[in-house]
Nanobody, 114 residues
């Protein structure tokens, strides 16, 4: 079994910053590729950012490019979110691909007030 535990998030004013963290543990034998997704009310879950196992390659949604940074320290990933906008308000989820199975974190609310 694999567990993903998220931390961080909360309420911030537009223009502010937040940092999310996600730690993977359990039956992990190799550092997995991981990522962040988000789901706003009434919308589908969408990709925010992904990072490869080595951390050498990252991918971002156009909407967050230049404002968000994904990073990792072994089986823990982070999402540094700067210049936050009200449209970034959503529940943020991390995931990890382990042995061809996708695992998800519990989700954390990020609310950006205008």
């Amino acid at each position: 079994q694999v567990q993903l535990v998220q931390s961080g998030g909360g309420l911030v004013q537009a223009g502010g910053s937040l940092r999310l963290a996600c730690a993977a543990s359990g039956s992990i034998f190799n550092i997995p590729p991981m990522g962040w997704y988000r789901q706003a009310p009434g919308k589908q879950r969408e990709l925010v950012a992904t990072i490869t196992s080595s951390g050498g390659s990252t991918k971002y949604a156009d909407s967050v490019q230049g404002r968000f940074t994904i990073s990792r320290d072994n089986a823990k990933i982070y999402l540094q979110m700067n210049s936050l906008k009200p449209e970034d308000t959503a529940v943020y989820y991390c995931n990890a691909l382990v042995s061809n199975q996708l695992y998800w974190g519990q989700g954390t609310q990020v609310t950006v007030s205008s």
